[in-house]
């Protein structure tokens, strides 16, 4: 069986990450989303909230995908991927100046653990997104509607 792992903070979920999720689980028979606990970042949604809301974005996506789970992963990356039997780690990749880091990780992963991480370019509708970027047009009331799933949406209409 062949796993991938689209790891991430998603706090919360954009379009942008629902489309490389959605897309990997074209390649892959099953996408683990592994949503980070990082205990050192103030996140707006809890830990629960951000796979709850990766979990309704993947079942409302009309692409429709049955083969993705979500998952907690605290600690490192590679160490998820061992204990998951996952071989692969799928980035997007929005922008040059994502790569330096992305590669430095991609290359720590693979001598740590021979994990491969397989980068796939961002759908260009989205290039210029980010979470911390959605959170802060939307404090101050700008409109991200189609920038990240309805319920996302919601969520942050309620929150901010
Ligand atoms: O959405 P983010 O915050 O950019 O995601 C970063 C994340 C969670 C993918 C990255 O920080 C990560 O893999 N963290 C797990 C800890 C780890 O394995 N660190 C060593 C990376 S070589």
Redesign the pocket.
Known sequence: MRRAVC?????PVTNGHLDIIVRASKLFDEVVV?V?I?KN?NTLFTVDERMDLIRQAVRDHPAGATNVAVEP?H??????CRSHGIQSIV?GLRAVSDFDYEL???Q??TR?AGVETLFMSTNPQYAFLS?SLVKEVAKYGGDVSGLVPDVVLKQLRERL
Request: glycine share 12%; charged share 15%.
């Open positions: 790891p991430g903070s998603f706090d592994a980070g990082n970042k992963s600690g490192l990356l590679v160490d998820f980035k430095q990780m991609a720590m992963n740590l979470s």
